[in-house]
């Protein structure tokens, strides 16, 4: 256990809580001060990233972050010998300190379970929900003969490996089995070569004995509680734990700087997913609603979910918008972006642009055409991690459900998503892309696309990146974190009403009426169309819709619905261009109704 | 603020270089300090554990896994050859007996009565690491490797494919903008370290690979014409482990795109001369980019005058050289002008720190900070 975890906090002595994310290139520090008896996040500052030569020390970037939040603040934050003061004291030092990191390209697991679809599942959950990449699932029935699993197994260098199989008291053979294939692989861990292998077993808790006698004294091995003791049963948070402690002595411990940095901690370092992950949970458990976050990076896109309690975390390893973005293209293929682009562009140019930007992934879209390229690159990404994300957040497999008479014609089976985009509350998008988009109304246009909400759903964007920061606060001082989510975190685009059904060219969709203090209007939506209506922040307006047959708002086929729409940045928007989203095969249909979604949602101005 | 722009490609004409050459796994270390190294001789050398062949002999030989290690003629530990009899079952009364032979040589490193499954391990696969760079061992990491300096001419490319590779510089292009195409290669490139202009072709690559190149540097590639010779689509620029037979290195990007002139001088003046190169990239955090060493030799003299631009301090600021690596300028040379405090908005709608960029035209341009990258001497 690190010093962090023993440190006691009094939440009511904290005044000033300083928090740092350190990320694989950038090192971010916020400060939030009790301003007027509220929490407020008040500075921001950032410095380069410092895991490498020649400062091979990771404090030292911390120490540049939070400097420039300091000059900021008019606070000293760093004495002499360069560590954080604390306590505060008048306009020295902060009360508490805590941070996240996923510097060093974050934490790189393997995961392996005797059944792909359900002990393996609930490994990878457990793996992704502690804030892991999931490099590969060693299974017995993924097809691979024995020995091509060895190789895998020697290939990739993960941080450490869970294994998981079996069911209290059932078989034992198999998960042996994994043990058995793993233990003579002799993984190599990513940072040198001179710690062992983490591995811990989740397992068939009568196998332990077994289990431990397969491996030798070249892995460090932990037990802890089975990721599925009976069939219909989950239990993620022990492997959870231990992957995050395993995280701080281990993996982190030798990452240069790493020991100074817990050392100076108040709370325990958290991969920075994970804590995206914990604040996300938080909001959606303070407020009682169904909330979806996803976050956009370079290299990876993370989804984020919460559907009727049950949250669930999806990494998506090689899609994002530099490091990553040829692998988009490649996965989603160009025609598929194109559609999304209402300019002429050549081809063989974008191809090559592609690759420019992989290549040199700091640059950012100077013209007009490149932007807009740019934010149809991101559709493709974040529709393909959020596949990827419903594919994941399933019921569990392998529990036989009782069915109705009601369900004969029912075609579902066990293990269905539990992601229903008609019961989503609130969709909040992070990282680069949708955060420094030129206008709300791109961001919002981008989640819309991407997601294809259905029925009433609030938008909302992370302002600055300070989600990992509050998934860390939640955990020491959750009214803080809350408080500044809610305020400064969130910035609310608006609501997008959209009906779940098939666009039908030419026909009618649904009647709307709309009222409010600012605003009155009534209408139809045909087909195809997208409509904005202004709908300022802090603004309420009832929305009455009387969907054709045909279409659903969430109370079945051609039933009226009346929603309390939220407004924001961007406002209220009316989609009838129907869910799955379809764009028209013909070209210059497609082109026009493309360009009329463009001009409605002002989503391009000229820049004068 | 954090600095935006990229740092640069390094093109140097001499310069101290050194090569940390390190085991993936403890070994031994060949060489000592002092000693003078050739690019190709081996200094360090390990074993790593071999193959493993798993063998499940309870279904093999049709008994319970608990009855296996009962059945094994062989122990842990023993070495076994391809044919041996690894097993066999007591039958009943002693006959119908099952047997199982080893596929496989190798030592076996456990039988388990869990799961009547036996674990052999082939020999043992040897990893050795070469010099890469000639020049004299500066230290000895034990156990480890060496880190091996000398004087040398150093070239990043952009982008590589393929890892190390060995052989003397020759040129296939005359003029920097001239593109690599399949009609200037004949038999002489075997073994050599190829120079383009331009764009390489995906035939001349293909006519490269085929004729035995070590080695095609080039300015650009169309991502298209890589596609076709990998035969995938490259996802996320980490590279180094492709076995085409031949190294590529691009030196500015993808595309029509020339070798920048002074890139391109550099090698024409080192024509001849042994090098070493290596494809390996890693467009990450602890970024790596492909490379050219060539080592000094006696007709180079440590006279820098040669060197025709400055060497910039790392940091951006007026009057150093640089390189715009995005549209609508991409490719373009020229000098920091004015460097306005304030945020502008660009074309695209988005606000961003910029710059002057005062092209070796004479035009001046405005682009994002980020979007340049600087020319290190």
Partial sequence: MNSATEKKLDPDQINVI?????????????????????????????????????????????????????????RKLIDENGEIIRPAQGDVGCDIYISTSSAGGGLQ?????VVREMSAASAKRAALGAGAIVMDTICSNDKRLPHEQIQRIRELRPDMILLAGGTDGGTQKHVVQLAELIAPAKPQPRFGGTYKMPIIY???QEATELVEEAFDEDVKLTTVANVRPVLEQENLAPARDAIHDLFLEHVMAHAPGYNKLISWADAPIMPTPGAVGNILQTIAERQGINALGVDIGGATT????????????????????????????????????????HLNMDPRALQNHIKNKMIRPTTIPQTREALVFEQAVAREALRLAYIQHKEFATTLKGVQQQRTVGDTFSQETSGQSIVDNMKLNLLVGSGGVLSHAPNMQQTAAMMIDAFEPEGM??????????????????????????????????IYLGTCIAPRGFYKAGKTCFAYKITGKTLN?????????????????????????????????????????????RGGTVGLILDARGRPLMVPADESRHLAELNSWVEELKLYPEVT | MTQAYSPGLQVRRQTLHSSRRILPIPGDVLVKVGEQVSAQQIVAQTFMPGDVTPINVANQISVAPSEVPGCMLFKE?????????????????????SETKAKTAGTIESISHVTGQVILRGAPLPIQVRAYQAGVVKEVIPEQGVVIESEVTFLQGILGIGGEAYGTI????????????????????????????????????????????AAIVSGGIDDEDLKEILGYDLGVAVTGSEHLGTTLIITEGFGDIAMAERTFNLLKEREGAEAAVNGTTQIRAGVLRPEIVIPMDESMTSDSSAEDVKATSGLLETGVPVRIIRDPYFGLLGEVGEMPTELRTLESGSQSRVLEVILDSGEKVIVPRANVELIEG
């Fill in chain 1, 109 to 113: 697991m393997m995961v392996a379970g």
């Fill in chain 1, 18 to 74: 300083l928090a740092t994310d350190c990320g694989s290139t950038t090192t971010k520090a916020i400060l939030i001060e009790k301003v007027n008896g509220e929490y407020r996040q008040t500075y921001r500052g950032e410095a380069p990233t410092t895991v490498e030569e020649p400062a091979a020390d990771v404090t030292v970037g911390v120490v540049n972050a939070v400097t420039e939040v300091g000059e900021l603040a008019g």
């Fill in chain 1, 457 to 490: 759903t609030v938008l909302a964007k992370d302002s600055i990146f300070m989600m990992p920061h509050l998934g860390v606060l939640a955990q020491v001082h959750p009214a803080a974190a809350l408080q500044v989510f809610e305020r400064d975190c969130l």
């Fill in chain 1, 302 to 341: 993370d989804v984020f979910s919460v559907f009727d309690g049950t949250f669930n975390r999806t990494v998506s390893a090689n899609l994002g918008m530099s490091y990553s973005i040829s692998n988009v293209c490649a996965s989603a293929t160009l025609p598929m972006i194109l559609r999304w682009v």
């Fill in chain 1, 521 to 565: 209007e009534s209408g139809e939506m045909v087909c195809g169309d997208m409509r904005l209506f202004p709908l300022g922040d802090d603004e309420w307006a009832t929305v009455t819709v009387e969907p054709r047959r045909g279409y659903d708002f969430g109370e079945g086929s051609g039933k009226r619905v009346e929603f309390k729409a």
């Fill in chain 2, 77 to 97: 530990g023993d070495e076994v050859q391809v044919g041996d009899l690894l097993a066999r079952s007591k039958g009943i009364f002693g006959f119908f007996k």
């Fill in chain 1, 202 to 204: 989740a397992g068939n």
């Fill in chain 2, 170 to 213: 020759q040129f296939a292009c005359q003029t920097k903008d001239q593109p690599l195409t399949e009609e200037l290669l004949d038999e002489s490139i075997k073994g050599k370290v190829v120079i383009g202009g331009a764009r390489m072709t995906g035939t001349a690559v293909k006519r490269g690979i085929e004729l035995g190149a």
